[in-house]
């Protein structure tokens, strides 16, 4: 083997080495995407980009795991306050496509139910711990769930460190 | 138009059934509303713009508005009340797209009458505000 083949491999394992660390450590998404990575959407389906799209980001699956998104398709008739109800066929078709790109349940909790809202997850507070509550609550950014106040490219699920402006309040 | 009552039964059925295949105008959703609304109120007397209005910028005892997340004037784009997200204009003026699909326009309908005033809204509710909706032009009100 060639020295720059074995610093090669040496360096692979290096950067596998501290994916696992950041990922035990709970920093990256659930679906083990690298955080500030280009791509946040690996896949995408036109029921879902339409249906849950209209209301809000249509938020990547990798985001949530299984049990939350199951869960979340089961309470659309009152989701987060509103009726998201959609028709069984659309419904199944979402479900599926959620479930399968969702992200792995890294803290699952015997009695907790799971997690339903992306801000809880420890990932996302990790992802934006340097925000001031007061920037989240600012009429120009209205919650953390408007991942498109900063976040440029939102709607071609690109979540790039690059790709962030906050908006400045008005004073 | 629809004087012969077989005509008007296959009219109705036609928009019933095959809303995804069947290419609509505002108009004949309006007119699939006054259809329905003869059945359940007979002495139905057409849709008013007005009352359509004064239906869209009242919160009904509630929290929004349809107003709420499609403005006052919704031609414009709106902004979803509790994201923030735009939405593109209601007003057919707005958005040559809107009430161009029944099963579009009818889940819009059922969900957002359901969020404004926890309930379905009637045919008579739903021709009224489609009626203000499709008055209003590009300049702003009429």
């Known amino acids: ?26 920093f990256l998404p659930p679906s083990g995407a690298i955080a500030s990575g280009p ?16 209301c809000h980001v249509a938020y990547p699956p990798g985001l949530l795991p299984a049990a939350s998104w199951r869960a ?11 009726d998201a109800t959609v028709d069984a066929t659309t419904a199944a078709t979402i479900e599926t496509f959620l479930v399968t790109h969702a992200g792995r349940d890294r803290s699952p909790s015997p ?19 340097e925000v001031a509550p007061a920037t989240f609550r600012s009429p120009e950014v209205n919650g953390a769930a408007n991942c498109g106040a900063c976040h440029l490219n939102v709607d071609s699920g690109r979540f790039s460190e690059r790709e962030i402006r906050v908006p400045r309040s008005k004073p | 138009m629809y004087d012969r ?44 713009a007005a009352r359509g209005k004064a239906f869209f910028e009242s919160k009904h005892g509630s929290e929004w508005s349809c107003a709420s997340c499609h403005t006052a004037n919704p031609v414009d784009p709106g902004r979803h009340a ?14 040559a797209e809107r009430f161009t699909s029944l099963g579009k326009a009818e889940k819009w309908f059922r969900r957002n009458c359901n969020d404004v005033l926890d309930r379905a809204c009637t045919a008579q509710e739903k021709g009224d505000i489609l009626a203000y909706l499709m008055q209003l032009s590009n300049g702003g009100q009429r």
Request: aromatic letters at 6%; proline letters at 7%.
């Open chain 1, 39 to 54: 791509k946040l959407l690996p896949a995408t389906d036109a029921d879902w980009k339409s249906e849950c799209g209209s």
């Open chain 2, 5 to 48: 009552p077989i005509a008007r039964a296959f009219a109705l059925s036609a928009l019933l059934i095959a809303p995804a295949a069947l290419a609509v105008t505002p108009a004949d959703i309006a007119r699939g509303y006054a259809e329905e609304a003869k059945q359940s109120i007979p002495p139905f007397s057409g849709f008013s």
């Open chain 1, 111 to 129: 009695t907790a139910g799971p997690i339903l809202r992306i801000t809880e997850t420890r990932w996302f507070r990790h992802e934006h711990d």
């Open chain 1, 72 to 82: 979340v398709m089961a309470g659309l008739d009152r989701h987060f306050g509103t």
């Open chain 1, 1 to 26: 083997m060639s020295a720059r083949r074995q610093s090669t491999v040496q360096m692979s394992r290096f950067v596998r080495a501290a994916v696992t660390c950041a990922a035990v450590a709970g």
């Open chain 2, 82 to 95: 509790r994201t923030g997200k735009t939405i593109a204009p209601l007003a057919p003026a707005g958005d």
